[in-house]
């Protein structure tokens, strides 16, 4: 028999769902080692890798497309110069702030020493490199401070938290990636009201004092394919970001509807984004410092991915989850991301419900102001991959009428096993 609760939420109707395609600009760079060789090739870029060098080449925890290929080809390249190249974990606290956690998310993405062809070093002990002009420490990851030189790879995108000249990109890789959890925790002590600052002060600090060769930004289109690739010197680092960052914040994808009540993410996970789901999509924003122009009145996520490896970042942003989810957190490793980020909002737990049914069925019945029989719901499978959706039967008619859609099945019921699970 099931508890009060469930008796409470009740048999609410789940809307019949149809699969939709939502339609961007979908160019993309389809040989991106081609592309990373006419890149490195520039004779300012290539100068820089001389035979006998020790270079450390990041290698972040982000999702990103092409990932693993992307380091391959610049690992090959530095060889085929007679340089040692290895991979260091540049990805602050993530993995659970262990040198070994760190390299395990590598391994989720396939990034492995085996696969490169050259070591990965991983540590979490740092170097004291400098101090910023307004006082503050800046680390940098031991390995790499004691290489000959360090290559930083990352792709760039509007960021989660906070708004800024520089987001997620080569000077935060510098900054937090390199920064393992100590140098990191530095950087986060103020807060994000002021990371749009402090990002670039330390990213500077350690480009004055630091042998950095070059960066190479990645960004990419809506349906999170590679878009461009460039490889910028240590001086147009700072001066050419920015640009990329517009540009990567041109591409970003969205759902291409209004007035949605529900949103239902199949997964979240911190290889879709550092917030597990990224609130550009989501609405649900950590912090005050970033924000968007839509609200949806109620969020659910039913899963936790694998290459997550148990960080919950972003349940805490949804008002519903499943006890599948829980089930598979690792609440101290999550935490420790939390306290290093001093934001705690995305690791508290929403309310926890048994099964997908019920966990979609609270958020319908607790929408206000809306006719529950024709509930406005949207299904993505996580914030980073949503060319393909599922919207609700009552969202058709808006669906026909946009030309960036293409409606690729008719209205279904959702498909639940005995256990009030989606299939």
């Not at 090959?76 to 998310?105: R, W």
């Not at 540590?123 to 030189?149: C, F, L, Q, Y």
Request: glycine letters at 8%; a negative charge.
């Amino acid at each position: 028999m099931d508890s009060a609760l469930y008796n409470v939420i009740g048999n609410v109707k789940i809307p019949k769902m149809a699969r939709v395609r939502q339609k961007f600009d979908p160019s993309e760079i389809t040989d991106p080692a081609a592309g990373i060789r006419g890149e490195l090739s520039r004779p300012e870029i290539a100068a820089t890798l001389k035979p006998g060098m020790n270079i450390a080449i990041t290698a972040g925890s982000r999702g990103i497309h092409n990932h693993k290929l992307i380091l391959k080809t610049v690992v090959d390249i530095v060889k085929e110069h007679g340089a040692n190249p290895f991979v260091v974990p540049a990805m602050g606290s993530h993995g659970g702030a262990t040198a070994q956690g760190q390299l395990e998310v590598l391994e989720g993405f396939g990034i492995t020493p085996a696969y490169l062809g050259c070591p990965i070093k991983s540590s979490m002990e740092t170097v004291r490199i400098g101090v910023s002009p307004e006082g503050h420490d800046v680390h940098i990851d031991k390995n790499a401070w004691e290489a000959d030189g360090i290559i930083v790879i990352n792709k760039i995108k509007p960021h989660t938290a906070f708004r800024g000249s520089y987001e997620s990109g080569l000077m935060k890789m510098m900054t937090i990636g390199l920064g393992k959890q100590y140098g990191a925790s530095l950087c986060h002590q103020s807060g994000f009201k002021n990371m749009g600052r402090l990002v670039p002060m330390f990213a500077n600090v350690i480009l004055a004092n630091c042998p950095i060769l070059f960066g190479l930004g990645i960004v990419e289109n809506a349906y999170s394919r590679t878009y461009m690739l460039k490889a910028l010197t240590p001086k147009e680092i700072p001066e050419k970001e920015p640009e990329l960052l517009g540009l990567a914040r041109s591409l970003m994808p969205r759902i291409l509807f209004d007035d949605i009540a529900v949103l239902v993410i199949d997964e979240i996970g911190k290889n879709f984004s550092g917030d597990g789901q990224d609130p550009n999509v989501s609405s649900r924003f950590a912090t005050p410092y970033a924000s968007g122009d839509f609200t949806i009145q109620k969020v659910c996520v039913l899963d936790l991915s694998d290459k997550s490896h148990g960080i919950m970042i972003g349940a805490g942003c949804a008002d519903t989850c499943t006890q599948r989810l829980v089930d598979k957190s690792n609440l101290e490793a999550s935490y420790i991301n939390a306290i290093t980020s001093t934001v705690f909002d995305c690791v508290r737990l929403p309310m926890i419900l048994k099964n997908d049914y019920f966990a979609m069925a609270a958020c319908i019945k607790t929408c206000n102001e809306v006719d529950l029989e024709q509930i406005r719901m949207v299904r993505i499978p996580n914030t980073l991959e949503i060319g393909e959706i599922w919207i609700s039967e009552s969202m058709m008619e808006d669906a026909v009428k946009n030309p960036q859609i293409e409606i690729i099945s008719q209205p279904q019921e959702l498909p639940f096993n005995d256990e009030g699970n989606l299939w």
